[in-house]
């Protein structure tokens, strides 16, 4: 067989090398210029027991999603992998460990779950990482020596990775892994000799790998991320874990606070200060930040919260993947009370949108909701990202002489943005509150007051659509069959929409970062120019469906996915083909 | 020890317009004549004009209360915050601009009833923070209901029949949690309030001030006579530095105990920062 | 009833269908160790040389096996059984319980004392996966040597001069026989053979192999040096029955069993190439390799493990094709 593209899973347990085994593999194909995605799965939180998985696709052709379907499992753990072998394709293979001590039942073997459509390999897994490093560890290398010469892929490459990645380790250790990854090799080519093609010709430069992320931490240190506080949850806790090690080397903080509530607390605190602040949650977390979402409007104290969306309602599927959050993050909170929700769709947008998000934040006053997801937060992939590094970018508007004169914080004016100071700046001094006031700060709960001053901070989200991005228009402009999609299903979209254009069917897709505010026109132009609209998102209630439904007026496909899993490319082309025939009846 | 009458306060700030400490005052205050919450105003704006603190890096937050109304009264930047959040947000404040004096105000409800699960965390953290918590036993803004201080047996429009639980004692609790400035004043002694005050914003590190605040509109249990009847100042040559000697003062009940309960020189938050970071440049 | 068959060749899946069409409800579990959908043995040679296609090679798609309900693990060895608890064991360490258990694990090339050390330097040639590894290895070869016994190494070799390379012959004895009876061809199998361009070398055999630059150095006892781009050789052709060699399950060189293809263990059967039955006119128990014995005594092992009475009756002769040429072929020694 020769492959241009392959999707593997590793399957196992603490302890397995798992995530260790994506980074290799991963770090081995990236290295040659190939293009990865790695999406690991923690089933459970606590380590000890839980099942993990990291699934890497790799392809010499740029990769929007995780496709669909594996061509090999790895089951480091017989019993854990049996329920991954209906994601196998049709002629794809397994490999099982053939060494595992003590008898196996029959319903716990992985090798009794395979059909005849799918190959099952034997290694010895166990047995050759004991002979290796004298443990079972180095088991995934094992498997990985396997694998690389399954695939026809250059053990030197792999070999490099190693080293690299176990770079802090003594010498010895170094050894012991290789010599596990050649066991693994010398057995697959003993017992298997036939083996795959991988065209690597297309060889190319070396290619780097992130996550979402860590684009998002990365972009928001570069635009000038001074404070973070947070508090952990799956699986947004990485972000703040790059902003505790990286804030301080550059005279900035971050503090794991006692709650959600304090966090983004902290973050109000140090934005009223002055300072480029943050914060990074799931959905448990949302739900307890709103009240603060509110004071932020209120107040007009820029705030950005990025949440990380996981499986909900409530502590939900904190290992899963899903977009639920999307009416939170629009609607959630007491009284009229606007904020700008944005959803990256791919790493390159969680770094600029974060920018972004910061950059509107600081110039509106506003609170940024920045809707990331599980799957595209932890998933590594090769990207490109533009780099764009000012550490003391600021967007707040100050005040003019003239205005700091007779300050008014919230002074009326057309764009709805009033000027705005900081504590430790001379000139002027405020207090600030998320009681309704009048231009001073002061509470006041009159009626025109309260009108003037909601429609001041409705104003700024019209003003601020000049700052946004367009809308992205992608596929075939002369298309029928037009899809809207938001976040991290984008990918899949993609994918789908170009398993539709093999069959002969045309679609076109808009996608914006921006949730709210959009630009408007340019969706109404899309939608006008299409004559079925196909909305998929991964959620049970259609959420974003429902946003272009009333905002403006369509009556679209919906595809709702309540989603444990990145959505399947195949379903959605599965969808356009039913449109498409439909209206051609 | 000076005496007020309930209506005397609100007159003397009428007339304060013009007093020494007249650069930090603002709006005239809105509470009940005779509200405790006064003289801790009163000490605030002392205590700013004997450390001189300029407007523009002074900066007061509080959560909601009667108490929350500081900010609104004081010339600095202010922030009004949530109920039961101030502590977290000054904390922001604070990390983000170590160079800003930061206090803290809010009410016994405020500051351990919602927001009890922040205290603890800012006090063992020693951010550089003042926090003065204004306790009436009551939620005054809300108009009487039992606060988590309000005496057992205590009636209200939630407790009809009389509250059940027992109430919480701020004081102990700073010194459990680690706070290296622990005192408690009460509001008809206002030398004591501004000088502890002005104290505790000198002090590096979470500075604790548990001012007894009595409400006169709506608890008629813990009043300013109930609380003059059990008041004592601590005993002459009590220990500063002898935390569990503290929290034996602070336990007891007859008499409530005032004054200067502990202290302790040890690094704030900001120095560790500051040490941490240092590190990191070579 | 779960019906258990290890070996997923001609009487293995011949016995799991009979008994499925027998009995719908039976559980039948096949049980294979080659990667491979059960595909045609001797059909081998036509797909190297192209002359069908890699589907042609099988006995039924997937789509059949399901329908037939008859579940199959391709790719899976078993170990060890035993008889007593009614279990196998799988390489890994799978064990899985049988109500009626079927060996038909065939046979395969051996090496000998001499050989076996330079296996490494060896292509075997007997299952789909060695012709596929060959099938790749094909375009580059120009010449072999073959050293071996029996029909599929006759096979072979005609297979090898068909798709036209150099092919040189080693064998122990003084005639190319392949161990047919030399009745049927008349001592012209040689002579036919060194017609066809195929050299011959006789009573000798290989005694080492080194690898040299390209290829393959073979010397013989007779102290022949030959260079070669690829070397088959096997000393015996041997029942495959590691399996029970922890077992009570009587054997010789086979699985001894009766006419009713039964062990002497209860309800294990065995069948085709790895049994050894008694020949009434040898007056022995011989190994009847091949085919159509293969494909008669899955059937009839199937019919018996679902508790009928059948006999199986030796067949002698098939017909064999060699290059163009239709032969009558005896496969024992
Ligand atoms: C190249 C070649 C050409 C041939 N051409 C002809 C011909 O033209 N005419 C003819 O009559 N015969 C021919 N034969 C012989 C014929 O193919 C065999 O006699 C026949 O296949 C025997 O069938 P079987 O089911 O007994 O064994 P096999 O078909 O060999 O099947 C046994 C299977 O069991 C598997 N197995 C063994 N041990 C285990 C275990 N422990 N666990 C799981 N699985 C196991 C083996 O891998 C094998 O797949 C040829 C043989 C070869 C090699
Ligand atoms: C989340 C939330 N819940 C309830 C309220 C209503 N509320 C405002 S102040 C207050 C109690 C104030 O009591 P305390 O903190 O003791 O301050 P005091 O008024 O006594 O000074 C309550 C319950 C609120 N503002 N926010
Ligand atoms: S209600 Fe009580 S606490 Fe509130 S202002 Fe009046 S006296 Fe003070
Ligand atoms: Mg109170």
């Not at chain 2, 004081?171 to 104290?199: P, Q, W």
């Not at chain 3, 072999?144 to 390379?165: A, P, Q």
């Amino acid at each position: 067989m020769k492959y241009s593209e392959i999707t593997i899973r590793f399957c196992g347990i603490a302890g397995d090398g798992i995530v260790a085994s994506g980074k290799i593999l991963a770090g081995a194909c990236a290295n040659i210029g190939l293009h990865v995605m790695v999406n690991n799965i923690y089933s459970a939180e606590i380590r000890g027991l839980g099942k993990s998985s990291a699934t890497i696709r790799f392809s010499t052709e740029k990769l929007y999603s995780m496709g669909d379907g594996l061509d090999l499992l790895v089951g480091m753990m017989s019993k854990e992998s049996i329920i991954d072998l209906r994601d196998v394709k049709v002629g794809g293979n397994v490999i099982y460990d053939t060494s595992t001590i003590g008898d196996v039942a029959e319903e716990d073997s992985l090798a009794s779950h395979i059909t005849p459509e799918i190959q099952g390999h034997g290694l010895p897994i166990k047995k050759l990482a004991n002979e290796a490093t004298g443990t079972n560890q180095g088991k995934n290398l094992v498997a990985i020596g396997a694998i690389c010469y399954f695939y026809s892929l250059p053990p030197e490459m792999f070999i490099d990775q190693i080293r690299s990645v176990f770079a802090h380790k003594e010498e010895h250790i170094i050894d012991i892994n290789i010599k596990a990854f050649n066991l693994g090799y010398e057995y697959f080519r003993e017992n298997y000799p036939l083996n795959n093609q991988f065209e690597i010709d297309k060889r190319s430069e070396p290619r780097a790998l992130t996550s979402g992320n860590d684009a998002i931490a990365k972009g928001a240190i570069d635009c000038g991320l001074k404070f973070f506080a947070g508090y952990p949850i799956t699986p947004a806790t990485k972000i703040m874990e790059i902003a505790a090690k990286e804030l301080p080397k550059l005279g900035g903080w971050t503090l794991q606070m006692e709650d959600e509530i304090a966090a983004i607390g902290a973050v109000l605190g140090a934005w009223f200060a002055g300072k480029r602040a943050m914060t990074a949650t799931s959905g448990p977390g949302l739900s307890l930040m709103s009240e603060m979402i509110n004071m932020s409007v209120m107040a007009e104290i820029p705030t950005i919260i990025v949440n990380v969306q996981r499986g909900g309602p409530s502590t939900g599927l904190p290992t899963k993947v899903e977009q639920g959050d999307l009416n939170i993050a629009l609607y959630g909170g007491a009284g009229d009370s606007p904020r700008v929700v944005m959803a990256p769709t791919n790493s390159e947008e969680c770094y600029s949108g974060i920018q972004l998000a910061f950059d509107i934040a600081e110039k509106y006053q506003t609170p940024v909701i920045f809707l990331s997801d599980l799957f595209l937060g932890q998933r590594t992939e090769t990207v490109t990202i533009k780099e764009n590094i000012d550490r003391n970018r600021c967007t707040r508007k100050k005040p003019t002489p003239e205005q700091l004169e007779n300050f008014q914080r919230y002074q009326i004016t057309d764009d709805g943005v009033s000027p705005l100071i900081v504590p430790g700046e001379p000139g002027a001094v405020y207090s600030t509150t998320g009681l309704e006031h009048s231009v001073t700060g002061n509470p006041n709960y009159e009626e025109d007051v309260h009108s003037m001053m909601t429609a001041k901070r409705f104003r700024k989200f019209e003003s601020m659509v000049e700052d946004l991005p367009e809308a992205d228009i992608l596929g075939e402009e002369t298309a029928d069959i037009g899809i809207a999609g938001w976040g991290s299903t984008i990918g899949s979209i993609l994918e789908g929409m170009e398993i539709a254009k093999k069959q002969g069917v045309k679609t076109k897709l808009i996608k914006s970062i921006m949730i709210h505010p959009q630009h408007e026109d340019s969706f109404r132009k899309f939608f006008a120019s299409c004559k079925k609209i196909i909305v998929p998102e991964m959620n049970y209630q259609g959420q974003y469906a429902a946003l272009l439904k009333s905002r403006y007026g369509i009556k679209p496909i919906e595809i709702h996915i309540p989603s444990v899993n990145p959505v399947s490319p195949l379903k959605i082309a599965q969808k356009i083909m039913e449109t498409s025939s439909e209206l051609s009846q | 020890m000076s005496f007020l009458s309930k209506q005397t306060v609100l007159d003397e700030f009428k007339k304060a317009k013009e007093s020494k400490t007249k650069e930090w005052r603002d709006n005239l205050p809105t509470w009940c004549p005779g509200c405790g919450h006064f003289t801790g105003l009163h000490g605030l704006y002392e205590a700013a004009e004997r450390l001189n603190i300029p407007p523009k890096d002074f900066v007061v937050v509080s959560g909601i209360g009667c108490s929350g109304r500081f900010p609104f009264f004081i010339k600095g930047f202010g922030l009004h915050g949530l109920h039961g959040r101030a502590i977290p947000i000054a904390t922001g404040i604070k990390v983000a601009s170590p160079d800003l004096t930061v206090v803290v105000v809010g009410g016994d409800g405020d500051g351990v009833g919602i927001g009890g699960g922040h205290f603890p965390h800012a006090a063992r953290s020693n951010f550089n923070l003042t926090y003065i918590l204004l306790d009436n036993s009551i939620y005054g803004l809300t108009k009487g209901q039992i606060s988590p201080t309000s005496p057992m047996g205590m009636k209200s429009g939630t407790s009809p029949y009389g509250n059940i639980a027992r109430p919480l004692n701020p004081t102990t609790l700073a010194l459990a949690y680690g706070a290296t400035f622990v005192a408690r004043t009460f509001s008809r002694e206002r030398d004591m309030v501004s000088e502890l005050i002005t104290k505790a914003i000198q002090h590096k590190g979470f500075s604790f001030i548990h001012d007894l605040s009595p409400c006169v509109v709506f608890n008629k249990v813990v009043t300013y006579d109930s609380v003059n009847d059990a008041s004592a100042m601590l005993p002459e040559g009590h220990d500063i530095l002898d935390r569990s000697k503290a929290m034996t003062l602070a336990e007891s009940t007859e008499p409530i105990y005032q004054g200067l309960f502990f202290r302790e020189e040890v690094p704030s938050f900001d120095d560790h920062a500051k040490q941490v970071r240092d590190g990191l440049k070579d | 009833m779960k019906h258990v068959i290890i070996g997923a060749g001609v009487a293995g899946i011949t016995a799991a269908r009979t008994i499925k069409e027998q009995d719908r409800e039976a559980e039948v579990v096949v049980i294979g160790d080659e990667l491979f959908l059960p595909y045609k043995r001797y059909l081998l040679s036509e797909f190297l040389s192209n002359s069908i296609k890699r589907d042609e090679l099988l006995f039924f798609s997937i789509g059949m096996l399901k329908e037939l309900g008859i579940k199959l693990r391709k790719g899976e060895h078993v170990k060890t059984i035993e008889p007593l608890k009614k279990l196998i064991k799988l390489h890994h360490n799978e064990v899985m319980h049988y109500d009626k258990l079927l060996i038909a694990t065939g046979g395969s090339p051996s090496l000998g004392l001499v050989l076996r050390p330079y296996k490494k330097h060896i292509s075997f040639y007997s299952s789909l996966y060695d012709t596929l590894v060959l099938k790749e290895k094909l375009p580059e070869i120009r010449k072999c040597i073959v050293f071996g016994n029996g029909v599929s190494c006759l096979d072979l070799i005609c297979m090898l001069r068909n798709l036209g390379k150099q092919v040189t012959y080693i064998t122990k004895e003084e005639q190319a026989t392949f161990a047919l009876n030399e009745y049927d061809f008349e001592g012209e199998l040689h002579t036919f053979l060194e017609e066809k361009g195929i050299e011959i070398i006789t009573e000798d055999q290989i005694v080492l192999i080194e690898e040299s630059d390209n290829g393959y150095k073979v010397e013989t006892i007779q102290q022949k040096m030959l260079t070669t781009d690829i070397v088959f050789a096997w000393d015996y052709y041997k029942p495959n029955i590691a399996c029970i060699e922890d077992s009570a399950i009587e054997k010789k060189t086979g699985i001894l069993v009766n006419v009713r293809l039964e062990t002497s263990e209860k309800d294990i059967y065995a069948a085709g190439d790895c049994v050894e039955i008694y020949h009434p006119c040898l007056k022995n128990y011989w190994i009847n390799f091949g085919l159509p014995n293969a494909l008669e005594q899955g059937k009839i092992a199937g019919k018996n493990m679902l508790g009928q009475n059948e006999e199986y009756k030796i067949q002698e002769a098939i017909v064999f094709n060699l290059m163009g040429k239709s032969l009558k072929a005896r496969w024992w020694k």
